[in-house]
């Protein structure tokens, strides 16, 4: 099952259901008017979504067609955005790239963050950039939409809380994270409103993809019209989402609606690119002694999306265009 | 104008208005229901809430007597929880207890952390500890209520964006701490659910106590029936609220309901107490040559509130008790 939210009237936006093609939709109806409801009900909601799925899917129900520019993030504002850091080949070429050790911690004890949450972006939305010194640079990640989920919850049982799965783009001002990170308070005006995918879908969306917590697919970041990178989502998430959701509840319960994400997806194989430009940087001093791409400026384009071994695109495009402002 | 939440029957409870004494309210009513839909829509929102406001206030409409046993945080569920570290004496102690330097900008650069806000507790809800040996500790601090907030807001106008203020208990794991700022992403596992004062009342209600983005009154801790601390919350909030708006807006813009805590409450003369166990137990190590406070235990008690110069408690009480779970 496929969803999204339709911008307006209220501030979160309108659930309709989505078809597999995400060509039309359905509204989910005045009963279930926004996502959130849904994830506040979802034993009762979900069952009335999929059957409204189905009629859509089999052409019983014929719905309208979808304009992706209308479409507000699947959550338009959430209750938490928490964002760990599951690649280790990201961690170690960031740090390096910020001239810092890897936590020696790095294997045994997930890294996460906590996001704003109040303001988030629909896949279509501007990227406002007030200061080019500031170093912007996305971050392609995949997440994951927990239902009500309590504290102390084991990562075998971690899948009875994961209700959807969407992609984001977790924008980053690269230049003001090493201030920050000086303070010992975590990231905060380094990391501005982050941008989600089209659509959120159920985990058996992804048939045999979604496995042991983590999406075994590729996740295909295009920047400016050229590929930047199509890493492996799956088997280098050192950190499972099971394991993320493991971490996270140790001291804490969460409630539905909370976004949680896997950090910047990173392969070891350079072949397979970058999914953001700090790596590339990075990657650049390592053989050429100095950085040579600039971080992102007004009128960059970033693309970020999840096509299946069907070549199905599965969460749509996010597609953001940096402005000044 | 006084408000708070009952519980239920939905997730965000059910917005009422509180006379001044705190003794009586009368339900906003179904057009608001509850206070995040209030500050949705708060030009609107307001004028209707101040006159139910007025008239309980004048015993034209009599209300109903107020348990507070019944009631949830101002905002049971809350789209951002930034809280500041506005003390500075606060941080210097925290600090050396921990035998960490200040930050080099502690004068001149904000420090805030995002912290979780879908799920936070009540007045009166127990704090459930899981493990003794993580170090429970209270934080009695002041809390603002932000409308929607636009980035690069300036200190001059950040008034205007302030509705409400309530006090919080940002209950903190004190032995976790170090563990997780050494990885870099600053509190998570540190920081479980933070409790709000019964009442979020606007500044008006304060009158001259309002003052610079500063509440000049002491806030009262109360640990295991003794005065722990009533530190003046006004002249040494190094940082106010009008300057952390400026400080948290400067790459991002904030949704209606955000919450804006001062950090812990704390003021250099020793004679005005503590606010939180870890300034005590850094003061003992100081004097003594270690901690001879432990933290918080089940069984303990914590209190937190404000008293007006007319012997007013402002915002209700905070009153926990720390249970095993």
């Known amino acids: 099952m496929k969803l999204a939210s339709l911008r307006g009237p209220g501030r979160d936006g309108t659930l309709i259901v989505v078809r597999r093609d995400g060509a039309r939709y359905v509204p989910a109806g005045a009963a279930i008017p926004t996502l959130q409801a849904a994830l506040d009900d979802w034993e009762a909601k979900?069952?009335?979504?999929?059957?409204l799925a189905d009629r859509l899917e089999s052409?019983?129900?014929?719905?309208?067609?979808?304009?992706?520019q209308k479409l507000a993030p699947p959550l338009p504002r959430a209750y938490e955005w928490v964002d760990g850091s599951a690649y280790i080949n990201h961690i170690v070429l960031v740090r390096k790239a910020r001239g810092a050790e890897p936590p020696e911690t790095l294997r045994t004890d997930p890294l996460v963050y906590q996001g704003g949450s109040g303001v988030l972006l629909g896949p279509r939305e501007d990227i406002v950039l007030h200061d080019e010194r500031w170093g912007l640079d996305f971050e392609a990640e995949v997440c994951v939409i927990l239902g009500d989920t309590p504290?102390?919850?084991?990562?075998d049982e971690a899948h009875r809380f994961i209700r959807l799965l969407c992609l984001a783009n977790d924008v980053t001002l690269r230049n003001l994270v090493p201030n920050e990170l000086a303070k010992g308070f975590g990231f905060f005006n380094s990391k501005p409103a982050t941008a989600f995918s089209p659509f959120a879908v159920t985990p058996d969306e992804l048939g045999d993809a979604w496995k042991d917590g983590r999406v075994h697919l590729k996740l295909r970041s295009t920047y400016n019209g050229a590929l930047a990178g199509d890493p492996e989502a799956g088997p280098e998430m050192h950190f499972s989402f099971f394991d993320l959701v493991e971490h996270i509840t140790k001291t804490r319960s969460f409630t539905a609606g909370t976004l949680l994400g896997s950090g910047t997806v990173s392969n070891a194989d350079r072949a397979r690119g970058i999914s953001c430009l700090a790596e590339r940087r990075m990657i650049e001093t390592l053989d050429e002694g100095a950085p040579k791409t600039p971080f992102m400026k007004a009128g960059d384009t970033i693309a970020i999306e999840m096509v299946d071994g069907q070549g199905r695109d599965i969460f749509g495009r996010i597609e953001q265009k940096v402005v000044t402002g």
Do not use: C, N, S, Y
């Open 46 to 51: 979900e069952p009335e979504l999929r059957r």
């Open 59 to 68: 052409g019983e129900i014929a719905g309208e067609p979808l304009d992706v």
């Open 151 to 155: 504290a102390r919850t084991k990562k």
